[in-house]
């Protein structure tokens, strides 16, 4: 196959387009503003990191417990819901792994405008900090960023990587011809961390 090969992932029966959910975000907390607690009106139900925590999710970036009673950074339904599956494509004659380019899946303009980290954070103390501590990922991850531009029907497929692309970083001259997919039997490890249980 001449590269490069797109890998998507689908999901049927999820409605991205729900007035409730599609709403359930804020602009500028994505855009790496501090906004106050009170002010997250549009997250509900995950305004905090307690009702995070009701749904799995606990730790900073970092690893460290995050504080319960402050502001769930990012907040809302849709970056509570992120898809969290991953692949791994191997060829079964040589075991060698496929590389997944998993960087400009995302729209640039949405890479470059609209999201980014807390610039000079406070923790719950009033002291300065950094976005590792009070966020619970990384709000530039550009699969956050293909998934947080929501769906506008129930069944849909989003942008997971692109395989064997040139990315820029090699140590020799990559052409076209480097980086086809070859002919060959491959495995496909899906790491299943997604809960589909509910729809």
Not at 22 to 48: F, H, R, W
Not at 87 to 104: F, G, H, L, P
Not at 165 to 187: F, H
């Amino acid at each position: 196959m001449k590269a490069p090969v797109f890998v998507y992932y689908q999901l049927d029966n999820f409605y991205q387009n729900h007035r409730r959910y599609v709403k359930s975000k804020d602009y500028k907390q994505l855009m790496g503003e501090t906004v106050a607690l009170d002010n997250l009106g549009l997250c509900d139900p995950i305004k905090t990191n307690a009702d995070l925590a009701n749904v799995g999710i606990k730790n900073n970036i970092n690893g460290t417990a995050l504080d319960p009673k402050a502001a769930a950074i990012p907040c809302g339904l849709i970056a509570k819901s992120i898809f969290t599956d991953s692949y791994k494509i191997t060829n079964q004659a040589t075991s060698a792994s496929v590389n997944v380019y998993q960087k400009d899946i995302a729209w640039s303009s949405d890479v470059k405008y609209k999201f980014l980290n807390q610039a000079e954070p406070v923790n719950a103390t009033g002291d300065k900090t950094t976005y590792k501590e009070i966020q619970w990922i990384d709000v530039t991850q550009e699969h956050f960023i293909v998934w947080m531009r929501t769906a506008g029907l129930p069944n849909f497929r989003k942008l997971w990587g692109k395989l064997n692309v040139c990315t820029g970083l090699e140590t020799t001259p990559c052409t076209a011809k480097d980086v086809d997919l070859v002919a060959g039997k491959y495995n496909i490890d899906i790491q299943n961390n997604y809960d589909v249980s509910s729809f």
